[in-house]
């Protein structure tokens, strides 16, 4: 199976700092400008694009020197608060000349975990998306420090392509895609197509980023093989390289493509990310697990629960576990945690999570 990009209809194109910054470190406008000039030809030939785009902090260390002994995080929230206006405004006058309006959205880990803040953010997209408007989308870095932080801007653009329901995610980086070595050593050959059945990889990637990296190849590695699992096609190329998304659409492309499986309904696809942002747990019971595992499609009812961790809200995501703590999956659940309580081990009460609302994780 090839990638195709001619048929997509809507893409995430993720570009990475080291695409948008030269070997000094000092953003790199030629390419940036390039960038633009593919995406507008994408648009041209009938796509929709949501860009998320890296930077802010590359761009900011160019404008701010800072006196070393400053805390590492203050330091990257500073670059970071300066640097967005740069790189945002550095976007708006590149697009501008194509006659292209783009628009800001900056998020934290924090809106994907509430379905409101999801669904709010998921049609703002859309409506951008329907004003012909290109949406840049980045991690706001002033707010989002440690915890509350996305390993990097990888999973936030797998996060945008299956809440978007995109049919194409492209991971531009600074090499060709996923090598089965370390890129620099020569014997080291690139993998031009990764299968439905994933084979484990995560022992060739080495953990070297580059200078303005953060999540490095393994979370895109990662974030290529969730989103594939959720029927998007990905490929994981490299952005320096002249007319990258040119090539792609046009002739045979150098890259690492990731097949995808037959697609996903859409709350599926959120909840398939949810494994970070569940608000509560249950411990069900060995028949309800029989149940949910089983051929028949089953909703998971109170009478199967045992236990109910965490204080959550009706529409709050969580997670399913066994009595030995093997994780099952996610849902949403249907009731807040103060009326589950009420009901649980009881027969005859409305579903807890419904079957549509319901990820079961494949291993178990
Ligand atoms: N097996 C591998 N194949 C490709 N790249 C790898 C591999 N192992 C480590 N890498 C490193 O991953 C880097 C890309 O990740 P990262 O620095 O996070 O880029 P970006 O800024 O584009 O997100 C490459 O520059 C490369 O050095
Ligand atoms: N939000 C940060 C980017 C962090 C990040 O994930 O960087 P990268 O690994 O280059 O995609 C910034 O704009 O500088």
């Given at each position: 199976?090839?990638?195709e990009?001619?048929?997509?209809?809507?893409?995430?194109?993720?570009?990475?700092?080291?695409?948008?910054?030269?070997?000094?470190?000092k953003?790199?406008?030629?390419?940036?400008?390039?960038?633009v000039?593919?995406?507008?030809?994408?648009?041209?030939n009938?796509?929709?694009?949501?860009?998320?785009?890296?930077?802010a902090?590359?761009?900011?260390?160019?404008?701010?020197?800072?006196?070393?002994?400053?805390?590492?995080?203050?330091?990257?929230?500073?670059?970071?608060?300066?640097?967005?206006?740069?790189l945002?405004?550095?976007?708006?006058?590149?697009?501008?000349?194509?006659?292209i309006?783009i628009s800001?959205?900056?998020?934290?880990?924090?809106?994907?975990?509430d379905?409101?803040?999801?669904?709010?953010?998921?049609?703002?997209?859309?409506?951008?998306?329907?004003?012909?408007?290109?949406?840049?989308?980045?991690?706001?870095?002033?707010?989002a420090?440690?915890?509350?932080?996305?390993?990097?801007n990888?999973?936030?653009?797998?996060?945008?392509?299956?809440?978007?329901?995109?049919?194409?995610?492209?991971?531009?980086?600074n090499?060709?895609?996923?090598?089965?070595?370390?890129?620099?050593?020569?014997?080291?050959k690139?993998?031009?197509?990764?299968g439905?059945k994933?084979?484990d990889?995560?022992?060739?990637?080495s953990p070297?980023?580059?200078?303005?990296?953060?999540?490095?190849?393994?979370?895109?590695?990662?974030?290529?093989k969730k989103?594939?699992?959720?029927?998007i096609?990905?490929?994981?190329?490299?952005?320096?390289?002249?007319?990258?998304l040119?090539?792609f659409?046009?002739?045979?492309?150098?890259c690492?493509?990731?097949?995808?499986?037959?697609?996903?309904?859409s709350?599926?696809?959120?909840?398939?990310?949810?494994?970070?942002?569940?608000?509560?747990?249950v411990?069900?019971?060995?028949?309800?697990?029989?149940?949910?595992f089983?051929?028949?499609?089953?909703?998971?009812?109170?009478?199967?629960?045992?236990?109910?961790?965490?204080?959550?809200?009706?529409?709050?995501?969580?997670?399913?576990?066994?009595?030995?703590?093997?994780?099952?999956?996610?849902?949403?659940?249907?009731?807040?945690?103060?009326?589950?309580l009420?009901?649980?081990?009881q027969k005859?009460?409305?579903?807890?999570?419904h079957?549509?609302?319901?990820?079961?994780?494949?291993?178990?």
């Amino acid at each position: 199976m090839r990638p195709e990009i001619q048929k997509s209809k809507l893409m995430v194109i993720k570009i990475g700092s080291n695409v948008l910054t030269k070997e000094d470190g000092k953003p790199d406008l030629a390419r940036m400008a390039s960038l633009v000039k593919q995406v507008s030809f994408l648009r041209e030939n009938g796509k929709k694009v949501i860009l998320v785009s890296s930077g802010a902090v590359a761009f900011g260390r160019k404008e701010i020197t800072l006196p070393e002994k400053i805390d590492p995080i203050l330091k990257k929230q500073i670059w970071a608060s300066a640097g967005q206006i740069e790189l945002i405004n550095t976007y708006k006058n590149l697009f501008r000349e194509l006659g292209i309006t783009i628009s800001q959205i900056l998020v934290t880990k924090e809106d994907f975990r509430d379905r409101k803040h999801y669904l709010n953010m998921k049609n703002c997209l859309l409506g951008l998306l329907s004003q012909d408007i290109v949406p840049i989308v980045n991690e706001n870095d002033t707010v989002a420090i440690t915890e509350l932080m996305f390993t990097d801007n990888d999973e936030l653009a797998s996060l945008t392509a299956a809440m978007v329901n995109a049919d194409t995610l492209i991971l531009l980086t600074n090499v060709d895609g996923v090598f089965d070595g370390p890129p620099s050593d020569p014997t080291s050959k690139l993998i031009p197509h990764i299968g439905t059945k994933m084979p484990d990889l995560d022992h060739v990637i080495s953990p070297i980023k580059s200078s303005f990296g953060r999540g490095g190849m393994l979370t895109k590695l990662s974030m290529a093989k969730k989103s594939a699992d959720l029927g998007i096609q990905v490929l994981i190329a490299n952005g320096k390289k002249e007319n990258i998304l040119l090539d792609f659409h046009e002739k045979s492309i150098t890259c690492t493509y990731f097949e995808p499986k037959p697609s996903k309904q859409s709350p599926k696809k959120w909840l398939a990310h949810g494994d970070q942002y569940f608000k509560g747990e249950v411990i069900i019971n060995e028949g309800a697990k029989t149940a949910l595992f089983s051929q028949n499609i089953s909703s998971l009812l109170p009478v199967g629960i045992l236990e109910i961790k965490g204080d959550f809200s009706k529409g709050d995501i969580i997670r399913i576990l066994d009595v030995e703590g093997n994780k099952l999956g996610l849902g949403r659940a249907e009731i807040s945690s103060k009326t589950a309580l009420e009901t649980i081990g009881q027969k005859n009460q409305k579903p807890f999570i419904h079957y549509d609302y319901l990820y079961l994780f494949n291993h178990v």
